[in-house]
């Protein structure tokens, strides 16, 4: 089969659980996603945040200066992470 294609993301209003699909598709899978939603911290669908969490996946939301140096930071210590940023 092939994998889902996650649409193209302008905003973090276009970040959904089916946006999301590739991160839970990676092997080993990982245990936390950053994500980056531009030049500020913005909310995502907590019912969104929900359903990685039930996939045994922690979502951390920051701006995308920070979510580059936490992302740095969990490969520094190993983690198996992943980040999906937008540009700001």
């Known amino acids: 089969s092939t994998p889902a294609v996650s ?4 905003s973090h209003r ?4 089916e946006s999301l699909s590739l991160f ?4 080993p ?6 994500l980056g939603t531009g030049d500020r911290v913005e909310r ?7 359903q990685m ?3 045994g996946i922690a979502v951390e939301v920051q701006d995308t200066a920070n979510a580059c140096a936490t992302f740095n930071f969990l490969m ?4 198996m992470v992943a980040a999906g940023l937008i540009p700001p």
């Open 29 to 34: 899978q990982i245990e936390i996603l950053v």
């Open 14 to 17: 276009d970040i959904s659980h």
């Open 76 to 79: 520094n210590e190993r983690r």
């Open 53 to 55: 969490r039930e996939c």
């Open 7 to 10: 649409p193209q993301i302008g």
């Open 44 to 50: 995502l669908h907590p019912a969104t945040l929900k």
């Open 24 to 27: 839970r598709l990676l092997e």
